[in-house]
């Protein structure tokens, strides 16, 4: 079965350091990776997929199929950078997302 | 602008209740999909529906069903509310795969 591991339930930074939140799945085929995030009072949303290869708020994420791993970076934090992270995956061509348990953001100044 | 709509941000039923939380998406997606949300647990999917009148179970379905006899809503239903069952509801549509659009959350907690 897929799974999605986040092995931080909290990060915590400094203001304009980097920011790496780990995110590694298992499943055997060909997935596809998400990364949504929430910020404080707002709805969860879709930050980047990892077919788009694109950077979003100056966060990016590289799919590492050797390492099972899609880890989210940004080189220097910012305060609004503060939220819930989750990271999702896509098997089998299907419709839903299985979802991480999420990694809480602290950007402190 | 896209826009997912759920009847209510927080809500206080009894053990034992019949709970219906409803959701309404405007942008004609074919799928929909509830999940709740749990400190430490992430957000798991408990039901979706990829057409009008059907269904399947997600991965924690026990002691919810749901229905969706519009394009346009889907309903979760808790049939008789148990404690455990206190969490925030999460509903969501999308029309490309993995593309989720999320509504605000309802906040259930049951005493």
Known sequence: ?109 | DVKVTQSSRYLVKRTGEKVFLECVQDMDHENMFWYRQDPGLGLRLIYFSYDVKMKEKGDIPEGYSVSREKKERFSLILESASTNQTSMYLCASSERAGLLYFGPGTRLLVL
């Open chain 1, 1 to 109: 079965a897929q799974r999605v591991t986040q092995p931080e339930k909290l990060l915590s930074v400094f203001k304009g350091a980097p920011v790496e939140l780990k995110c590694n799945y298992s499943y055997s085929g060909s997935p596809e990776l998400f990364w949504y995030v929430q910020y404080s009072r707002q709805r969860l949303q879709l930050l980047l997929r990892h077919i788009s290869r694109e950077s979003i708020k100056g966060f990016t994420a590289d799919l590492n199929k050797g390492e099972t791993s899609f880890h989210l970076k940004k080189p220097f934090a910012q305060e609004e950078d503060s939220a819930m992270y989750y990271c999702a995956l896509r098997t089998g061509g299907g419709n839903k997302l299985t979802f991480g348990t999420g990694t809480q953001l602290k950007v402190e100044l």
